[in-house]
């Protein structure tokens, strides 16, 4: 069968308690291969329902080499493990992280992640497992839901018969599959309490109606502009930092060359008339964004737009990662008072 990497050993489900070397024993029995563009918890979630597994945790332990999942390696992660079970078939560690899981989404607003997501005891098997991530989202204050193309999964279908998550559709903020020009749906999952995640492969008849900021006309091409802005700076890690920092540069030079930014670094009060219209501008770009409810703690008015705009400007406060993909796609199609655009603007 396509798609299977043959490993048969015994014991398709280990004790919990195996701290052992154990735990790096190969998965036992066939493990299915990578779909295109598959996320880490999509190749679970196929490979649970494909050994008939009837507990979620029997797949965890299956490929993480205890039932909670949790390593017991010293100086090993559970990524590790997972490699060491795989036997490599499935990617080394850092393959596994970022070409499959949304660290490809976050790895452009992190520094330095490769010195702690990479550390033993890092990553906890929840956060990879509870959603199709593979890093602690708390920092970034984030929802992940399932999102699927009913296209892609009708093809999916009838092609291969496996229907599967792509991991850039679950990237944050992209609410398009810019393949079939159509607006992803998510699924709901409701896990039992104590199981914490479960796995879930995707069905056409289990996705949630369109969300209706996505529906219209004018919605659709806002949010594919913006997905096609985040497949665009998430394919290559340093070309996906250069460009919005360069955004933000070029932005900073023309509020300082424009007398708009205080010597101390903050932007001037939003009642003065050219600060006022650069927040009004940014709130009515982001009008079509906010009937989103992914999008709803974007700035509703002028004096909320100061406050986003004042924090992206001085470097020095949090602006959450899906804020700065939308002031960066706003910053794309601004035009200033001399007719440029950012991107053309020069000292």
Known sequence: MNNIQEQWLADPVRKAADEGPDQLSLVPGPVLDWLPGESLYS??????????HRD?????????????????????TEIDVFVARTG??????????????????Y?????????????????STDSILKFPTGLQTGRFRTKHPLKGCSACLERDARQIGFQYWRLVHQFPGLWVCLEHD?????????PKAQQKFLWQTPAVERLLPVSCAVAGKEGLSKFRSLAQLIVSITSDKEQGIRYLTEARG????????????????????????????????FVEFVYEFRRHPEFKA??????????????YVNGRSVVRPLER???????????????????????
């Not at 490599?88 to 989404?105: I, P």
């Not at 159509?182 to 409701?190: D, G, H, N, P, V």
């Not at 903050?266 to 501008?281: E, F, H, T």
């Open 88 to 105: 490599g078939a499935l990617g080394a560690a850092r393959q596994v992280l970022e070409e499959r899981t949304l660290l490809r989404f």
């Open 43 to 52: 190749l679970l979630a196929r490979n649970h329902y494909f050994r008939g």
């Open 182 to 190: 159509r607006a992803l749906q998510e699924i709901q999952i409701k």
């Open 298 to 311: 974007l700035p509703e008015n002028a004096v909320a737009a100061f406050r986003l705009l004042s924090r």
């Open 325 to 347: 993909v939308v002031i960066t796609a706003w910053l794309e199609q601004l035009t200033l008072p001399n007719g440029l655009s950012i991107y053309s603007y020069k000292r």
């Open 107 to 123: 790895r452009i607003f992190m520094e330095g992640y490769e010195n702690t997501l990479l550390e033993p005891g890092r990553l």
């Open 56 to 76: 979620p945790s029997h797949t965890v332990c299956a490929f993480f080499g205890t039932l909670t999942g949790k390593s017991h390696q010293k100086d090993m």
């Open 250 to 281: 070029r932005f900073c030079r023309y509020l300082s060359d424009a007398g708009f930014v205080l010597p101390s670094g903050p932007l001037r009060s939003v009642y003065k008339n050219q600060v006022a219209d650069l927040c009004v501008s």
